[in-house]
C-alpha cells in the first residue's frame, strides 16, 4: 500500500481511513476539496480528451494499492496519472471529502497554476488532435478530388462556360487536395513517432547488485567428477569400469 500525500493537505483528510478503503477494496482513494470554480470547471472540459478522468477537485492525496501504482507508473503521462487516474475500468477510484475547514484555511491555488496544469493537460491532448487533424485532413483530400473530378465533368460535357472558371476552380481544388494530402501526412507520422516512443518496455534490467552461483561448490560436495565428451563416449568409459573395477 502506497500513499503519496500533500503536507498541506494531511490535516484535513482521514488518512488512516483512506489506507483501510484502499486495502480493503483494492482501488485507489483520492481526496477531494469539495468545491471548483469556474476556471476548475473549464480545466476539466480540456482534461476530457486526455483520457484521464480529470477533476480540478481531485486534491493531491492519493492512496493506491502497489499494483495499481505499477498501472500508473506504465503510462506515459506518470505526473498525470498520479493526480488524475486514466479512464480505465481496471483503475477504481473512491473519493474522500476533505473536512469543510480546508477551503479556509489550507493555501488557495493561484490563477498560475491552474494555467500551468491546463496547459499539461492540452499537451496530453496531443493524441487525440491528431486524430481529429488526421480526419479532417482526409476529408479535406476527398472533398478536393471530388471538385476536382467535378471540374473535369463540366469542362468535358458542358459546352458554355465562363472565361477563367475551369483554371481558377482547378486551382482550387488541386490547392485544396495538397493540403489535405499534407495534413494527413504529418498527422499519421506525429501519431506513428507518439506510439513508437510510448510503447517502451520499462523492464529491462538496469543494474546487477550481487551475483550468486548457487552450484559452485555442487560437484566437491558430491564427489562428483566432469569430463566433457559425448554420450557414446561416457558409456564406453562406464562400460569398461564395471568389467575392470580396478
Known amino acids: ?30 481526496g477531494d476539496r469539495g468545491k471548483s470554480t469556474l476556471v476548475d470547471k473549464m480545466v476539466g472540459i480540456v482534461g476530457n480528451s486526455t ?7 481531485f ?19 506518470r505526473q498525470l496519472a498520479l493526480r488524475f487516474p486514466p479512464r480505465d475500468r481496471a483503475i477504481p477510484i473512491e473519493i474522500q471529502v476533505a473536512k469543510r475547514e480546508f477551503l479556509t484555511r489550507a493555501r488557495r491555488r493561484g490563477l498560475r497554476g491552474r494555467l500551468h496544469l491546463a496547459q499539461k493537460l492540452i499537451v496530453s491532448s496531443a493524441p487525440n488532435v491528431l486524430l481529429a487533424l488526421s480526419l479532417a485532413s482526409a476529408t479535406i483530400l476527398v472533398g478536393g478530388a471530388a471538385f476536382i473530378l467535378y471540374v473535369l465533368c463540366i469542362w468535358s460535357f458542358k459546352e458554355v462556360i465562363e472565361p477563367g472558371w475551369v483554371t481558377t476552380s482547378g486551382i482550387l481544388g488541386l490547392t485544396a ?18 506510439d513508437l516512443l510510448g510503447n517502451e518496455d520499462n ?12 552450484y559452485a561448490g555442487i560437484s566437491a560436495d558430491l564427489n562428483i567428477q566432469y ?9 564406453a568409459k562406464r562400460a569398461e569400469y564395471l568389467d575392470d573395477p580396478a
Not at 483520457?51 to 477537485?57: I, K, Q
Not at 546487477?208 to 548457487?214: A, S, T
Not at 569430463?227 to 558409456?235: F, H, L
Request: glycine share 8%.
Open 227 to 235: 569430463e566433457p565428451g559425448s554420450t557414446a563416449e561416457a558409456m
Open 51 to 57: 483520457g484521464f478522468r480529470v477533476n480540478a477537485r
Open 1 to 30: 500500500m502506497v500513499a503519496l500525500a500533500s503536507v498541506e493537505e494531511i490535516d484535513f483528510l482521514d488518512l488512516r481511513q483512506m489506507i483501510l478503503d484502499s486495502h480493503c477494496q483494492n482501488l485507489l482513494v483520492i
Open 203 to 214: 523492464d529491462e534490467v538496469l543494474e546487477e547488485i550481487g551475483k550468486v552461483n548457487v
Open 59 to 77: 486534491m493531491q492525496t492519493i492512496v493506491c494499492p502497489r499494483a495499481l501504482l505499477t498501472r500508473l507508473l506504465d503510462q506515459p503521462e
Open 177 to 194: 487536395a495538397f493540403l489535405g494530402l499534407l495534413g494527413l501526412g504529418m498527422s499519421t507520422g506525429m501519431q506513428k513517432m507518439i
